[in-house]
């Protein structure tokens, strides 16, 4: 405690120039993170497919492949732009002091004075603040889904969905994040300089509480869960989880195909109680044994503690946030270098302490995912000593073609952006060799299959 008040003793410095440290740090990470996208799209220029995947893909996948990646690379750096636009924007312009001026005059003028307050105003702020966000990132949101996911065959949303999937988040951010920021405050507001411990306790609890809640309230608001139904592949993971000792209570089916041709399969619950769900597309496009082979990877997670020790490090690294957060939340020369004079709101600290921080969570992000792409390969050499090398070499090559991924990938590029390893790599690792040129290139790419946020 004496040195974390020691180290905000030093920082809050009168005229330290922190606009212009943030602004720094924020210009460096987008010219750096330029800098790695156009090494990357130079590997996307490349003519010829990886020697690992020379009998597995046809020219014209690789071609399509090589096009969709230099699209997404070119969206991505105009959408990075217009981000990082944004955010100077918003800090040329004094914006957030003058939005919480503005929601202010708002509370005085419309909320009885009894809830007045710096909660209620945080709340109006906060909310305030996330609808122009949502607002001013609409039209990128637009194109990724309606423009380029469109052109390669990815998108299953109308536009009706759209809409409604944007209502029913911001409806949840309000039901949800209403008592949760509140509470946070609280505990800020009432628990002295020992705060961080407080909150750390709390963060855990809601982590929980979420795990717990997601797939009863929140995911069937988005998606239809439904028993699989009996057969050779609820017989083959049923198979699979008594032969892991793995607690399965329920096999789910999810109706994935109604917004995209994305793909996934993973499992969630309490330890002692464990549900599988796999999407309709996976199964529509795998052989039974490949998707038992996908989920014997998932589930090799599970068996290596690896989902464990990822929320052991989660929970470490939200204490040491809230930990560096408390030499933050008083420092008046930060507040005051982006137009705070008269108030010091906790959530205007939090996000300047954010903004500050960010040099700090690049390297944590570059470590973690070394970390992850680690876990990948453990996970998939797990599958393999279970008797599912080829079967899962089979399914990640069809995911490969089907989601025209990226089929190599420059090395820093990889370093610092990817969580899992690319799939030569893979390949290697699970010594797959081919005689023959395998029958997924064969498959229809104009109906692609592409991994979720959590790709095998």
Request: proline fraction near 4%; charged fraction near 20%.
């Amino acid at each position: 405690m004496d040195l974390l008040q020691s180290l905000a003793r030093f920082l809050d410095r009168p005229l330290f120039p922190w606009k212009r440290l943030i602004v720094g740090f924020s210009v460096g990470q987008y010219i750096f993170e330029c800098f790695l996208s156009l090494r990357q799209y130079q590997i996307l220029n490349e003519k010829k497919p990886p020697k690992v995947l020379e009998r597995e893909v046809s020219q014209e996948v690789f071609d399509k492949s090589q096009a969709y990646g230099r699209a997404k690379a070119k969206f991505g750096l105009v959408s990075s732009l217009y981000g990082q636009a944004q955010n100077l924007g918003f800090i040329y312009y004094n914006f957030l002091p003058k939005l919480w001026a503005l929601t202010g005059i708002l509370l005085v003028r419309y909320v009885p004075a009894h809830y007045t307050g710096e909660i209620m105003h945080t709340l109006i702020f906060f909310f305030t603040f996330n609808v122009i966000t949502t607002v001013l990132n609409l039209p990128t949101s637009y194109y990724s889904t309606f423009v380029l996911e469109e052109k390669y065959g990815f998108n299953k949303q109308t536009l009706k969905l759209w809409v409604t999937d944007m209502i029913k988040g911001q409806a949840l951010m309000v039901i949800f994040g209403a008592p949760l920021l509140s509470a946070f405050l609280a505990i800020v507001q009432k628990t002295g300089n020992g705060f961080f411990y407080y909150l750390w306790l709390f963060g855990v609890g809601v982590q929980v509480f979420m795990i717990t809640i997601y797939p009863i309230v929140i995911l069937p608001l988005f998606n239809k869960l439904s028993p699989l139904e009996e057969g050779p592949l609820k017989t083959g993971v049923e198979a699979l989880a008594k032969r892991l000792d793995f607690p399965l209570k329920e096999l789910y089916i999810i109706d994935g195909s109604k917004r995209s041709a994305h793909s996934n399969a993973y499992f969630y619950g309490l330890p002692w109680k464990k549900h599988i769900v796999i999407y309709d597309t996976l199964i529509e496009k795998s052989e039974t044994e490949e998707v038992v082979a996908v989920i014997s990877h998932e589930l090799g997670h599970w068996s290596l503690s690896h989902t464990s020790k990822l929320f052991g490090i989660s929970q470490f690294h939200m204490f040491y946030l809230f930990a560096l957060f408390s030499v933050f939340i008083d420092n008046r020369s930060l507040y005051e270098s982006f137009g705070f004079h008269r108030e010091f709101p906790i959530i205007i600290g939090f996000i300047l302490f954010s903004d500050a921080l960010a040099p700090m969570d690049t390297v944590v992000k570059l470590l973690m995912n070394i970390l992850s792409r680690k876990y990948e390969f453990q996970a998939d050499e797990f599958s393999a000593k279970l008797g599912y090398s080829k079967e899962l070499a089979k399914s990640l090559i069809k995911l490969q073609i089907q989601n025209l991924s990226t089929m190599n990938a420059d090395w820093l590029y990889a370093s610092y952006h990817f969580s899992h390893p690319i799939l030569p790599e893979r390949l290697g690792a699970l010594g797959w060799v081919s005689d023959e040129k395998s029958s997924a290139r064969k498959m229809d790419t104009e109906r692609p299959l592409k991994a979720a946020d959590r790709e095998l």
